[in-house]
């Protein structure tokens, strides 16, 4: 063969390498990352359904990039955003409900998140129709199904399996169920360390069928302190402190929420679940909210009524100027600043915000290991 024909060939056989890495390149771009949960992680997907617990106009996404609102119950990026941005992926999972969940896109993940919902199926009734715990694990069968369509059953099974899961679920189950209304149905039922008895237990279930559904890292994060929000603070605090009894409810299931998982990690014989303790992450800068640059941690950035946490945020609703300056972006969720605070420590926090080891430590032992 000429040394002009060996060129020749040696050109065309570059060009085709590089024209399979841009065809391979969106499957290899970062693991993917899927999500479970309330409002907290939600990025849109209540849109979609015809429910009460919506983040779908202004002021909400007041500060995310599009200037628009999202669905989500933030006025910028929410934790999701900000995970995805830190594991490397370019865009973060869609809303499973969007239409424009197809094709390549299912290869970053996706968000089966719906506010309002809890561990219990009675919780959030209030706000019709919502995407339950166990409707959320359909969901992700089903996109399974749909993924497997797209690469392969092969293919498929080892994206899951490498993925990184974030579950966020438990508040609401107190917020808007045990203590929604005065001798409420699940508080006559249960005395409060029974009721956090149940919760465990019954989360532990949901938990075990993600599991077998082939996760194998799952980020589970507790409550904060969830007698310490403006909502709260507003209706059941006294002389501006938090809701003691919120505040008991948070202390009694967070330490059993770890055990469980440490139990579960046991059973199975690796670490698959790790415990996220976002009571301690919100506790730092709710009582110290100075040392992380805001001017508050008991108003609202939105809303109305004492600290701004009665009912929802709306375009009538006092808005503040500067939402940096506040930990609280509404009545119930944090402002972008303080998700970024969580995410921050989720990345790198010691054991007393992450167990047993933060994601920083995840990642690098995954990619050693892959």
Not at 260 to 283: A, D, E, R, Y
Not at 288 to 302: D, E, H, K, L, R
């Amino acid at each position: 063969m000429s040394t002009a024909a060996s060129r020749f060939n040696f050109w065309l056989i570059s060009l085709l390498v590089l024209a399979m890495e841009a065809i391979i390149a969106p499957t290899a771009e970062a693991r993917a990352f899927f999500i479970f949960g309330d409002s907290l992680v939600d990025s849109g997907n209540n849109n979609y359904l015809a429910t009460t617990a919506r983040a779908d106009s202004p002021p909400y996404g007041i500060d995310f990039p599009t200037r628009q609102p999202t669905g989500r119950f933030s006025n910028g990026f929410n934790i999701p955003d900000l995970i995805s941005e830190k594991i490397g992926q370019s865009q973060p999972p869609l809303p499973y409900l969007s239409p424009q969940l197809t094709g390549q896109r299912l290869l970053v993940g996706a968000n089966f998140a719906s506010a309002g919902i809890g561990i219990l199926n009675d919780t959030g009734v209030q706000f019709l129709n919502i995407i339950r715990m166990f409707r959320q694990l359909d969901y992700f069968e089903e996109y399974q199904r749909r993924l497997s369509a797209l690469t392969g059953t092969k293919q498929s099974r080892r994206l899951v399996n490498q993925a990184l899961v974030l579950i966020t679920v438990g508040g609401n189950d107190f917020v808007n169920n045990y203590y929604l209304v005065p001798f409420s149905a699940r508080s006559r039922q249960f005395a409060l360390p029974d009721y956090v008895k149940f919760l465990i237990s019954e989360y532990s279930k949901l938990l075990m069928r993600l599991y077998k559904l082939g996760v194998c890292r799952v980020l589970v994060t507790g409550t904060g302190p969830i007698g310490c929000v403006p909502a709260e603070l507003a209706m059941r605090g006294t002389n501006g402190g938090c809701s003691a009894e919120l505040q008991r409810a948070a202390a009694l299931y967070n330490p059993q929420l770890v055990n469980m998982l440490q139990g579960l990690n046991k059973k199975i014989g690796k670490t698959v679940f790790i415990g996220v303790n976002t009571q301690q992450m919100h506790t730092d800068f709710v009582s110290n909210p100075q040392a992380y640059g805001f001017t508050t941690s008991q108003v609202a950035c939105c809303g109305q009524g004492p600290y701004n946490g009665l009912g929802l945020c709306t375009r009538l609703s006092n808005l503040c100027a500067n939402r940096s300056q506040y930990a609280f972006w509404d009545a119930f969720h944090p402002s972008e600043k303080a998700n970024r605070v969580v995410v921050q420590r989720i990345m790198s926090g010691s054991t007393k915000y992450m167990t047993p080891m933060n994601l920083s430590t995840i990642l690098t032992l995954d990619s050693m290991s892959s």
